[in-house]
């Protein structure tokens, strides 16, 4: 390979290596997305269906299917978030080859759980993964193994690339493409195939607000890292991208756009509500920007194709992001009560909820502050319903109970 660019033909090199490997995974058309984002149809690439829950196996196993014999021997390190991890684990117990894995504290424990499961040692160090990644390096300088880079290598790029293949197939009338970008090895790969296939196809990356570094980056002409980062997306939360992929970046990618985590979390409620499919932060990163009302991207009339790449998530925090989500849709309350008569005004509280065609989702008496009664107690509720009038509705008739008043309401 030349030193900055991935061609077509790398890419399909890689499809072959991993073609028995990694699964083709589905891709799934959305009426509902598409009437939101104005597009004139969605098609959502499911990589949280694929192997390990991300499509991080198909760079991982394209680059170290090619070590020697004496790389394989000497084993392999890497740094990760969470999901390159679980890739280069895998990889490692089917081709084996001892692996160890650097990954930030930040890193859920569903995937540090996951990644020993594969057979790899996970070693927790650095609060962010630049941390874990400047340490992982030192170790394979001292250990002589081989680093295999989350990223910013050739072969994971093009490894990577192979999703861009599938899209082609799958879904012919693609004519735009969005993609998260961490640090960029993900789009410099499908960008490189759908842009040798047509080279008018639109490719948008996404970031969060809180590791936005991509676009700065591409405006400037030049890397340009972030001091800090702050997202829920821990799995694009990169400070920056590096030479490889920012040089194929800035050939093939036309615009960057950004979104909050809590476009971020109603998406992820969404994927769940609409299309049946738990996906983690990261993951339903460009679905946000496809359907926020705040992005600056246009897709009216445009065929999209939505990466969805990964599923890793904890199911407590799938289910605290799902209820963020719903509250940015209006569709979810929560409210401090006091109450008489603790615990027999429970059951009105309840039977109000059902009668007004809401769900009681929380129910718990809460610490009692310095400003409440003292002969009252009081509740926290959580409620979903309809839309914020039917909340408002259920609200107002639980303020009308005898012996309930509503306190605060979250609801705007």
Known sequence: MSDSRVTLEDVEAAQERINDVVHRTPLDTSRTFAEMSGAASVGLKLENAQRTGSFKIRGAYNEMTQLSGAEREAGVVSSSAGNHAQGVALAGQLLGIETTIVVPEVTPAAK????????????????????????????????????????????????????????????????????????????????????????????????????????????????????????????????????????????????????????????????????????????????????????????EGAHVGVIVSGGNVGLTEHAELTRTGLHELGRYVEARLAVDGWPSTVGDVAETVETEGAELDVLERTRRGSVDEPNRVPVTVGLEGSGREHLEGVLDSLDGLEGVSVLERSLE
């Open 112 to 299: 540090i759980e996951a990644t020993r499961g594969y057979g790899a040692e996970v070693v927790v160090e650095g609060d962010i993964y630049e941390r874990s990644y400047e340490y992982a390096l030192e170790r394979a300088d001292e250990t002589g193994e081989t680093f295999v880079h989350p990223f910013d290598d050739e072969e994971i790029v093009a490894g990577q690339g192979t999703i861009g293949l599938e899209l082609l197939e799958q879904y012919p009338e693609i004519d735009t493409v969005l993609v998260a970008i961490g640090g960029g090895g993900l789009i410099s790969g499908i960008a490189t195939v759908l842009k040798a296939h047509d080279p008018v196809t639109r490719v948008i990356g996404v970031q969060p607000e809180g590791a936005a570094h991509a676009k700065p980056s591409l405006e400037a002409g030049e890397i340009r890292e972030l001091e800090t980062i702050d997202t829920v997306a821990e799995g694009i939360a990169d400070t920056r991208m590096l030479e490889t992929t920012f040089a194929i970046a800035r050939e093939v990618v036309d615009d960057v756009v950004s979104v909050t985590d809590r476009e971020i979390a109603t998406a992820v409620a969404l994927l769940a509500e609409r299309a049946k499919t738990v996906v983690e932060s990261a993951g339903a990163t460009p679905l946000a920007a496809a359907i926020s009302e705040e992005t600056a991207v246009d897709l």
